[in-house]
């Protein structure tokens, strides 16, 4: 059994939040963060959009895309590092939005990595037999827990979501193997101090700022530019693939230098590395299935190309898929068995139908 993605979705806010409308905010400006990390505006959930919300605009497409109903997903998956509530979890929610009545659901978080973690979950589910349908979101609103006042960081965050349907099936290609790792040593690099069980909130960590995403920038710019070639490496040596072989790299998106140095240490050629970042900065974990759905809807990936999503987040973690495309396959047509007994039954709804309204006039 291998697992195929056979939808893809994404929802990015209206709002946009432009370098010139943070130089207003904070001492910055658009040369400085175009220059620093190739991002020239953000999305920014409005009042009433949440982690929650995103992620069901962009299942929605997904499953759509693919044909398939709420009602066929076995599994929900969200990576999140904002979910709505810390309980119940985002993926509960939308799995009640969706309509998703016989899916399983719950929340993964591996900071930005979390997409990329979350599909290798499911992959590992679908190709177990455990499950046929796996719904995998990334979604994030970090515009809630950006500190509009630091400048080291209010520059690189932004809002989004994405998604893919995964199906099991017989056909070759499909992901072809993934990777994950971890280094929690680097837990404090990069953070969301308050509001867990270490520290409550209270008038202290609110005063303190501590609610808000702290990071040492210089720090997690090495370990993003030592990981992702390690990354895509072993996961390309574990697909039997090479660096020669990627159709499209689909990193992170976090900064446009980190991306550069992944393209130069892996000798790949502009063209292909997706970079979507001056649009939306970094969305953490909604950031690759969003360059996913971008790069398909662009006509990058067609069948047998190979595609390698890596990502690198907080925890620190990182890790790594790799998938040859192949078509989403639409749910299948009924067979003509199927078409027929459809039509018996209708034609006998209708006669039974007929007949009331038939005794009903006669009366
Ligand atoms: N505007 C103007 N100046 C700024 C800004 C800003 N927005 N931010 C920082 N500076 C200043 C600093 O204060 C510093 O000034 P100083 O030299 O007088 O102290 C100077 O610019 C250089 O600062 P650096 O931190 O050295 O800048 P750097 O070139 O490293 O870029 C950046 C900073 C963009 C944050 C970079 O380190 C980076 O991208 N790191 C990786 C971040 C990342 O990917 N995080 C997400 C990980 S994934 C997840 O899970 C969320």
């Given at each position: ?8 979705g994404k929802y990015v806010p209206d709002r946009v939040l432009t370098?010139?409308d943070l130089?207003?905010m ?15 505006q953000r999305r920014i959930a409005e009042e009433g959009e949440t982690t929650a919300t995103m992620a069901v605009q962009a299942a929605r497409q ?18 999140t590092?904002t979910p709505d509530y810390?309980?119940?979890?985002t993926?509960?929610l939308v799995?009640?939005a ?39 979101i990334?979604s994030e609103t970090l515009s809630r827990i950006t500190?509009w ?5 209010c520059?690189?965050f932004g809002d989004g979501a994405g ?116 649009r939306y900065g970094n969305t953490s974990?909604a950031?690759?299935?969003v ?73």
């Amino acid at each position: 059994m291998r697992a195929h993605v056979v939808g893809w979705g994404k929802y990015v806010p209206d709002r946009v939040l432009t370098n010139d409308d943070l130089a207003r905010m904070v001492d910055t400006s658009d040369e400085w963060i175009v220059t620093r990390t190739g991002i020239r505006q953000r999305r920014i959930a409005e009042e009433g959009e949440t982690t929650a919300t995103m992620a069901v605009q962009a299942a929605r497409q997904a499953l759509e895309g693919a044909g398939v109903s709420p009602g066929q997903v076995d599994v929900i998956i969200v990576a999140t590092a904002t979910p709505d509530y810390l309980f119940p979890s985002t993926a509960c929610l939308v799995q009640d939005a969706l309509g998703a009545t016989r899916a399983a659901a719950f929340d993964l978080a591996a900071g930005c990595t979390g997409f990329v973690y979350a599909l290798a979950v499911a992959v590992a589910m679908v190709e177990a037999g455990a499950v046929r349908t796996a719904l995998v979101i990334g979604s994030e609103t970090l515009s809630r827990i950006t500190d509009w006042t630091d400048r080291n960081t209010c520059v690189l965050f932004g809002d989004g979501a994405g998604a893919v349907v995964l199906q099991g099936g017989p056909d070759d290609g499909g992901v072809l193997s993934a990777v994950l790792s971890a280094d929690g040593s680097g837990a404090d690099l990069l953070m969301l101090p308050a509001g867990g069980s270490r520290l409550p909130a209270s008038h202290h960590t609110v005063s303190e700022r501590l609610h808000f995403i702290k990071m040492q920038g210089r720090d997690v710019f090495r370990f993003a530019v030592r990981v992702i070639p390690t990354a895509t490496r072993e996961v390309l040596r574990r697909a039997g693939l090479s660096p020669d072989d990627i159709t499209l790299l689909i990193p992170h998106q976090a900064n446009g230098r980190i991306i550069e140095s992944a393209m130069k240490d892996l000798k790949l050629p502009p063209e292909k590395v997706y970079n979507n970042l001056e649009r939306y900065g970094n969305t953490s974990a909604a950031s690759i299935p969003v360059a996913l759905c971008e790069a398909v809807e662009e006509g990058r990936l067609g069948p047998g190309d190979i595609v390698i999503c890596v990502g690198f987040g907080a925890g620190l973690t990182w890790g790594a898929v790799a998938i040859r495309w192949t078509r989403p396959r639409p749910v299948a047509a009924p067979t003509w068995r199927q078409f027929l007994r459809r039509l018996i039954y209708l034609w006998a709804a209708l006669r039974s139908w007929l007949r009331r309204l038939w005794w009903w006039i006669r009366t």
